[in-house]
């Protein structure tokens, strides 16, 4: 499913792409092609039309533009569209005039509220805040236990309340605590409970009543489908959610929630989660999740970082030597000095597409202290071994290993990831660096 | 499984879906779909009843490759043997989805094949230890022995919290102290209850999500561990399955499956209003049973998968 919608896309636009301008015609068949991504996406149905509407208004109101073909065109207007529903800006994170600022955090169950509250925490913590930290969950079997664990993570204090049970005593009890000691935020962790739960959301307002909240951040899991709507507008009619908190992004949900959530709240996405480890909290960036609503990985922007970084030719260059299979060693060291310039490189994997052979190279476990081993290995052969790497024996790989302060197991490692790279990028004619892409998606980009 | 508790859950099974009604009713209706007066009205099938079926079906998560799959079984019928009215369409939809999903009892707990193992895996906040306290106290009150395996060693105070659904269970946990390697934990577990003739052991595992490659692969050694230290084990990995997942979940259980074998399906949170229309999806592709589903968070919040009901309250 994944694959083939990838594919689908460019197939519809490389069939958009002979056609000389938008017709009604071509408007329906993409417009299909995209209501499918966004179901398939998880974008609530209701959502999804009205945008579809939106967009096939404006394409069919589109003047000509020489300057983009028709793919390019509905392309460029889905992606805004999309950024003008999920917002256009980073939102900001709003403290209240008198401290301690309250942030209540509040979800479904299993949303990842607790995770969530100790990355806030971090995060807070690292822009100069003092915050402190309280459960509510007086329900499920050792909640407060979990947070307890989370803050002492994240070396936050924690306010224990111990002998408490009731909700609103502990929170009236934390943020006198907090006022009394210089804590700056009160985040306090709710139990998750149904929208339908009357009793339970009855005690959410009470709570936003006692402690007004500077925030209330509606913590909702990437992977919701349909219902998320229901949820995040029941959750925002009774609280008025402040923004939303998108967690367990860092699996391969697309994440369409986030829209669906936006449409019906009108609340802005304020953080995203990206892993289990409590620094995985990141910033929403609208342009992001645009590419990977539409199941192209992050491409669009990795495509703009490679021509930030890139240059074109080289690319051609490396494709031409390819073909002839005259990838070098040199080359080698070439594409990894690229790929460190581009930033981390499991940011850089997971903005690609989940297909073909980039699913392994994700799987590849590469990493950044292995990316400057390598090239040090290659800096200490000669030009022509770079260039001839069949003559590498083992006398030579032995002084290679002496001259980078590496071992020979090393240095076998590097050759075979070499021919390992060689092969790959073969397979897929270009590959991650090779032009390949480039070439294939530069219809995505704008003409200059 | 054989229904644990099973006369518990026949009395539970009507209420369930009443209550879920309810629980609906209750929801102002925020987005609503008028999808029931597709099937009550008798008036011909024309695009819009087509149209409306296909915003039902959407709407429970049931996906569009799936949705568009059945419309077109539906169109096709209609055009070949005219379907007269709604009543035919939704009884023709209602076989093609039954055809699907299947609700099955599968691996009965054999007596003389002792411990029976049951691994239950998932991605992170499904409901894993808690459909773990729910199954362990329907078999103790069925008279099995049972102990829990606490092989979550990764997720903060995991453990104590599968605790106190040991002691609401009156269940026995095998545990070791946070960070542990889980297989370790779990061949405490299989020890221990192989020396105590131990009917049946549950064993939690930590939420993971099923593309974290190395953590899947410690599930794969799991299943290792288990098969070597007790014949035939795992008799029985549960996927956990949260009612609100989207078209994800079809992901999930392709990856679980892969590397943990997935035997059946636990469908959990199916008290609030998502449908769990994916489990179609996923039962259409896999073919994997739909075994449990959880319906609040008591320990008796969990009853059979009834494919009936669950097709029903679909169009509910
Ligand atoms: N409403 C409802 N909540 C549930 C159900 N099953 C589990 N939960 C809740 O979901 C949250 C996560 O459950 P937990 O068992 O910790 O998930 P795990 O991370 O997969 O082990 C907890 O707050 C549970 O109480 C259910 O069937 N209905
Ligand atoms: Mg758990």
Redesign the pocket.
């Not at chain 2, 998932?122 to 306290?133: F, L, P, Q, Y």
């Not at chain 2, 959990?268 to 609030?272: F, H």
């Not at chain 2, 589903?293 to 968070?297: F, K, S």
């Given at each position: 499913m994944f694959d083939n919608l990838t594919e689908k896309f460019q197939r519809t636009f490389k069939t958009l792409r002979g056609e000389a301008k938008l017709t009604e015609n071509n408007i329906d068949f993409a417009m299909h092609e995209i209501r499918v991504a966004l179901l398939e996406a998880d974008v609530n149905f209701k959502v999804v039309k009205e945008f579809i509407d939106r967009v096939r208004t404006k394409c069919l109101g589109a003047e000509v533009m020489t300057a983009l073909s028709p793919a390019q065109q509905v392309i460029a207007f889905v992606r805004d569209e999309l950024i003008a529903t999920l917002g256009d800006k980073e939102a900001r994170i709003v403290y209240s005039k008198n401290p301690p600022s309250v942030f209540l955090i509040v979800g479904l169950?299993?949303s990842g509220k607790t995770t969530s509250t100790g990355k806030l925490a971090g995060w807070l913590m690292k822009n100069g805040h003092r915050p402190l930290l309280l459960s509510v969950d007086v329900?499920?079997p050792a909640?407060r236990e979990q947070l307890a664990v989370v803050a002492r993570d994240v070396n936050a204090k924690l306010y224990p309340g111990e002998g408490v049970n009731e909700p609103l005593k502990l929170a009236k009890a934390a943020l006198r605590e907090a006022s009394l000691t210089g804590y700056d935020v009160l985040l306090v962790d709710t139990?998750?409970?149904?929208h339908v739960?009357e009793a339970l959301m009855q005690e959410l307002s009470m709570l936003k009543r006692e402690l007004n909240p500077s925030e209330i951040l509606f913590v909702a899991d990437a992977m919701t489908g349909q219902d998320a709507v229901k949820s995040a507008a029941e959750f925002h009619e009774l609280l008025g959610i402040s923004g939303v908190l998108l967690t367990k992004l860092d699996g391969d949900a697309r994440g369409g929630a986030a829209l669906s959530i936006r449409a019906v709240t009108g609340q802005p996405i304020k953080f995203v989660g990206v892993g289990e480890k409590l620094d995985a909290l990141e910033q929403f960036y609208p342009d992001r999740m645009v590419s990977r609503l539409l199941g192209m990985g992050d491409v669009l922007s990795l495509i703009e970082k490679a021509q930030e970084t890139f240059d074109l030719k080289q690319a051609e260059r490396l494709q031409e030597k390819l073909r002839k299979d005259e990838f070098s060693l040199a080359d080698f060291r070439d594409q990894i000095q690229q790929m460190r310039k581009m930033g981390p490189l499991d940011k850089i994997l997971g903005m690609l597409p989940q297909i073909g052979p980039m699913k392994d190279l994700k799987k590849a476990n590469l990493d950044e202290r292995e990316l400057v081993r390598t090239e040090a290995i290659i800096n200490s052969m000669t030009e022509r071994e770079r260039n001839h790497h069949q003559i590498i024996n083992g006398q030579r790989r032995k002084r290679i290993a002496r001259g980078s302060g590496t071992t020979v197991n090393q240095v076998n490692q590097v050759l075979k990831q070499y021919a390992q790279m060689r092969k790959m990028m073969k397979s897929v004619s270009g590959g991650l660096m090779g032009g390949k892409i480039p070439r294939n998606l530069s219809q995505f980009l704008p003409k200059n | 499984m054989i229904p644990a508790g099973q006369d518990a859950t026949e009395k539970k099974k009507s209420g369930f879906f009443s209550r879920l009604k309810n629980a609906v009713a209750k929801t102002r209706d925020v987005l609503n779909t008028p999808v029931e007066e597709i099937f009550t009205l008798k008036k011909a099938i024309d695009k819009s009843t087509l149209e409306s079926l296909e915003m039902a079906l959407l709407g429970a998560d049931i996906g569009p490759a799936t949705t568009s799959h059945l419309i077109e079984k539906i169109r096709d019928q209609a055009s070949r043997q005219g379907l007269k009215d709604a009543a035919e369409v939704k009884s023709l939809i209602r076989n093609e989805l039954l055809k699907v999903v299947r609700g099955e009892t599968a691996h009965p707990v054999s007596l003389t094949q002792k411990p029976h193992v049951i691994i239950i895996v998932?991605?992170?906040?499904?409901?894993?230890?808690?459909?773990?306290?729910k199954l362990a106290n329907q078999f103790r009150r069925d008279g099995r022995s049972v102990k829990i395996c606490a092989a979550?060693t990764f997720?903060a105070a995991?453990v104590e919290?599968l605790e106190i659904w040991g002691q609401r269970a009156g269940v026995e946990i095998v545990r070791q102290k946070h960070g542990a390697d889980p297989s370790a934990v779990l061949f405490d577990a299989l020890k221990a209850s192989k020396a105590a003739h131990t009917d049946v052991v549950i064993v939690?595992t930590a939420?993971r999500l099923h593309t974290k490659h190395n953590l899947m692969q410690e599930l794969e050694k799991m299943r290792r561990i288990a098969a070597r230290e007790v014949e035939g084990a795992p008799h029985e990995v549960l996927l956990?399955i949260?009612?609100v997942t989207g078209q994800n979940g079809v992901q999930q259980a392709r990856e679980f499956t892969k590397s943990a074998g997935v035997t059946g399906i636990v469908l959990?949170?199916?008290?609030?209003t998502a449908k769990g229309g994916v489990v179609v999806a996923i039962a259409k592709e896999l073919n994997i049973p739909i075994q449990f589903?959880?319906?609040?968070?008591k320990i008796d919040?969990?009853i059979p998968f009834d494919a009936e009901e669950f097709v029903d309250s679909l169009f509910e």
């Open positions: 169950q299993g329900y499920r909640a139990a998750g409970r149904l739960d | 998932g991605v992170n906040g499904v409901g894993k230890t808690t459909t773990i306290g979550d997720r995991a919290q939690d939420g956990v949260d009612a959990t949170k199916l008290d609030g589903v959880g319906v609040g968070e919040d969990l």
